[in-house]
């Protein structure tokens, strides 16, 4: 029998992760141990928010940390309406600028207005958040002094959380270059339980070298039902396979929701 646990605003002694059905885009919502909580991406828009009420008490109208790993559509676009609904304290973004873009715009101001305290991630750092850590590997040098020809995906911010000896790897977008880049720098620090896969399962990402240096024993995937971009494809199904990693998919198996309990790894759903 699988159970599926709603995730609480409270003191305990794990953290539980929820990788959200919003379609095609990602999403995720984790609930630390000592009871703060952080939204890493928040959808394309407003879905998001009836995705947090399925884990937020109705009536808890703050968000302890918001990260926007990067300003594609799909990730960002819900912020706004997040930002409208919820109290934020922490704001995490990558730097990127889309100035040309109206809602880019829309979110920026709103970003502005919530006068959280903000950061850009823009050199390898590390937050203590409980007993939990965020191991901050990407972007490692500000947005502005990556080549202009990199992509926007490859510009993602990707952290490794952990507790204890459980973790996850969130990658936002991450493509090839990016993972090459990634294992020539961090090598085995890559290592986690989870692999929030990169770009919601496209063929540019999840190389098998990348795959295999994470070593994860689950994989998550965030992906629309029957979506028009192919994603995920099957030989990323196939590359996570030969890893040995189990595979979830929120276009099939709704919510995930991860527990680490510092040991080990627990995946539910809800069938």
């Given at each position: 029998v699988i159970v599926y646990t709603v995730t609480r605003k409270e003191n305990t002694n794990s953290v539980r992760a929820?990788?959200?059905?919003?379609?095609?885009?990602?999403?995720?919502?984790?609930?630390?141990?000592?009871?703060?909580?952080?939204?890493v991406d928040c959808s394309k828009d407003r879905r998001v928010?009836?995705?947090?009420g399925r884990h937020m008490?109705?009536?808890d109208r703050t968000i302890d940390y918001l990260v926007v790993t990067h300003p594609d559509r799909d990730h960002y676009g819900g912020c706004v309406d997040v930002l409208k609904r919820f109290y934020v304290k922490h704001i995490l973004y990558n730097g990127?600028?889309?100035?040309?873009?109206?809602?880019?715009?829309?979110?920026?101001?709103?970003?502005?207005?919530?006068?959280?305290?903000?950061?850009?991630?823009?050199?390898?750092?590390?937050?203590?958040?409980?007993?939990s850590t965020l191991h901050f590997l990407y972007p490692d040098r500000p947005?502005?002094?990556?080549?202009?020809?990199?992509?926007?995906?490859?510009?993602?911010?990707?952290?490794?959380?952990?507790?204890?000896?459980?973790?996850?790897v969130f990658t936002g977008d991450a493509e090839k270059e990016l993972e090459e880049y990634l294992?020539?720098?961090?090598?085995?620090?890559?290592?986690?339980?989870?692999?929030?896969?990169?770009?919601?399962g496209s063929p540019s990402s999840s190389e098998e070298p990348f795959l295999r240096m994470v070593s994860p024993q689950y994989a998550t995937i965030s992906v629309g039902k029957e979506n028009t971009y192919g994603h995920p494809s099957?030989?990323?199904?196939?590359?996570?396979?030969?890893?040995?990693?189990?595979?979830?998919?929120?276009?099939?198996?709704?919510?995930?929701f991860a527990v680490l309990n510092g040991s080990t790894v627990d995946i539910q759903v809800k069938k």
């Open positions: 929820v990788f959200l059905d919003i379609g095609q885009g990602d999403a995720s919502y984790v609930a630390f141990e000592n009871g703060e909580d952080m939204l928010l009836s995705a947090l008490r109705f009536f990127g600028k889309k100035e040309y873009d109206e809602y880019w715009q829309t979110f920026w101001q709103a970003l502005q207005a919530e006068h959280a305290e903000y950061t850009e991630i823009a050199k390898e750092e590390t937050w203590q958040i409980g007993s947005e502005k002094e990556i080549s202009g020809d990199v992509e926007t995906n490859n510009k993602s911010i990707v952290f490794v959380l952990r507790f204890g000896n459980s973790s996850i294992i020539q720098k961090y090598g085995n620090e890559l290592e986690a339980d989870i692999l929030k896969v990169g770009h919601h099957l030989r990323v199904i196939r590359r996570l396979e030969r890893v040995g990693a189990k595979v979830w998919r929120t276009d099939l198996d709704r919510d995930i």
